[in-house]
């Protein structure tokens, strides 16, 4: 079985930095994991992609340049640093994986397997 845990969320001032860490036990069931997150009374939105092998990462348009997915094979962890926070990325963070063959990674379904999520919010 997977689980995923996230961690390092918390409260930060805009421009600040987070970094969120994922820890995946079991995750040589997946091949690939990423972060959506989602803010009050709006629906779950794409963060960031990558996968367990090779270099391939993909990103939400409007976060590029601002936020870096990367992953550590040895420890099993996927992390998210979050640098020029702005307070409209406030939400609730997720960590997602899954194994699915022809994926499109900005769609929850696509993912088997979820966290618990992590907090973060920025203030002004």
């Known amino acids: 079985q997977v689980q995923l845990v996230e961690s390092g969320g918390g409260l930060v001032q805009a421009g600040g930095s987070l970094r969120l860490s994922c820890a995946a036990s079991?995750?040589?069931?997946?091949?690939?994991v990423s972060w959506f997150r989602q803010a009050p009374g709006k629906e779950r939105e794409f963060v960031a992609f990558?996968?367990?092998?090779?270099?391939?990462?993909y990103y939400a348009d409007s976060l590029k340049g601002r936020f870096t997915i990367s992953r550590d094979n040895a420890k099993n962890t996927v992390y998210l640093q979050m640098n020029s926070l702005k307070p409209e990325d406030t939400a609730v963070y997720y960590c997602a994986a899954g194994s699915r063959g022809g994926i499109k990674a900005t769609d929850p379904v696509g993912y088997e397997f979820w966290g618990q999520g992590t907090q973060v919010t920025v203030s002004t």
């Open positions: 990558i996968r367990w092998t090779g270099f391939s990462t």
């Open positions: 079991g995750r040589t069931f997946t091949t690939y």
